[in-house]
């Protein structure tokens, strides 16, 4: 059966108003040396490989009214075998997330042991805010119980990922590596969000009243039984200079995004060498107001129609973008294929796709 998520509600595109500093200002030096700002606790330092020293460092920043940081060793894998927390959203490895706590690292990973029962790596309350720096999420699982969306990290509150990784993580239902949770926003810099998998978003789930702002990294081959391979949005995303390449969808739309209602902007990415198992091998609109902006959408594979952007409900504009190289291997508009909505094209260029370029005809094509 085909997942569906319940409409709540949308967020206006002033939403998106996320300052260009905040996405993608690096770490201070204060940060890591585990010196926060005037009157908080250093950094409490973990060492190498001590899991159990690791929950107990954030179990001790959450009891903190003002939250508190931990320093991961360098170069360290800390594998965790059993649940921190268990509540009414399923299993997490580490302690729920309820005050403002920041992991840093440098190459450091936190992954589920491959012989532990399924949980998740981290949750985020509502209220509650994660920062990690320099911190690969690994091998989580929400595939059992209560416990099926965001099989990496899930946001109900606020997330900021920063040169991290999000991958090889599973989700039964939504959000593979990450599900943005109704209410909760998250910005990714410089992150890549890798080969995790998920009946919806197999990289990325943004639900309804969600937010995300992604600048820089990879959304790169992550799988979706149902839409959006890399990423699918219900809420209010943008993507900026961000690669989302070989993801793919087992059975339905939008390889590498799918976007459903709320507000999506695509803009100066590439959406290249994804796959769908029915529309939009690159970018599907389902009902979205959509824009995509200088972006390459080229060599993207649909099963039927539109392999580079498929158009069904809601609004597209796409100005001084390039189409190319994409197929519609079993249906029309290889670059674009329109059944609903609008669409309109700007200083695009829609060329060498197969079987035709646009289905029907667009103004610019």
Not at 142 to 151: H, N, R
Not at 199 to 220: E, F, P, R, Y
Not at 327 to 346: E, K
């Amino acid at each position: 059966m085909r997942l569906a998520t319940t409409i709540r509600g949308l967020i206006p595109v002033m939403a998106l108003a996320v300052s260009v500093w905040a996405v993608s200002a690096p770490a201070s030096a204060e940060g890591r040396e585990g010196r926060g700002k005037d009157g908080e606790k250093a950094a409490a330092p973990v060492p190498c490989g001590d899991a159990a020293a690791l929950v107990t460092a954030v179990s001790e920043a959450n009891s903190s009214p003002s939250g508190g940081s931990v320093l991961l060793a360098p170069g360290c894998v800390y594998t965790l075998g059993s649940a921190a927390y268990t509540g009414p959203n399923g299993a997490d490895g580490l302690p729920l997330i309820t005050r403002d706590v920041s992991i840093t690292g440098t190459q450091s990973t936190i992954r589920r042991s491959a012989s532990a029962g399924d949980f998740r790596i981290a949750e985020i309350a509502p209220g509650g805010r994660l920062t990690a720096n320099g911190v690969t999420f690994a091998s989580g699982r929400a595939t059992s119980g209560a416990g099926t969306d965001g099989g990496g990290i899930l946001d109900g509150g606020s997330l900021r990922l920063i040169q991290s990784t999000v991958t090889g993580n599973t989700a039964s239902n939504v959000g593979g590596g990450i599900e943005i949770a109704s209410g909760g926003s998250a910005v990714l810099s410089a992150t890549d969000v890798t080969h995790n998998s998920a009946g919806d978003g197999g990289g990325i789930h943004i639900n309804t009243s969600a937010t995300l702002s992604v600048s820089g990294g990879n959304i790169s081959d992550n799988t979706a039984d149902s839409s959006g391979g890399g990423v699918s949005n219900f809420g209010t995303t943008l993507l900026g200079a961000v690669a989302v390449a070989r993801n793919r969808t087992a059975n339905f739309e939008g390889g590498g995004i799918s976007t459903a209602i709320g507000d999506m902007t695509v803009n100066g990415s590439r959406v290249l060498e994804n796959t769908a198992g029915s529309f939009g091998g690159g970018i599907a609109n389902m009902g979205s107001t959509l824009r995509v902006l200088a972006t390459t959408v080229s060599r993207n594979t649909a099963t039927l129609n539109g392999g580079g952007v498929f158009q069904h409900a809601g609004t597209t504009q796409m100005t001084g973008d390039t189409v190319t190289g994409n197929t519609a291997n079993g249906g029309q508009g290889g670059g674009i294929f329109t059944d609903g909505g609008t669409i309109s094209l700007s200083a695009t260029t829609v060329t060498g796709n197969n079987p035709n370029q646009c289905v029907p005809a667009l103004a610019g094509c």
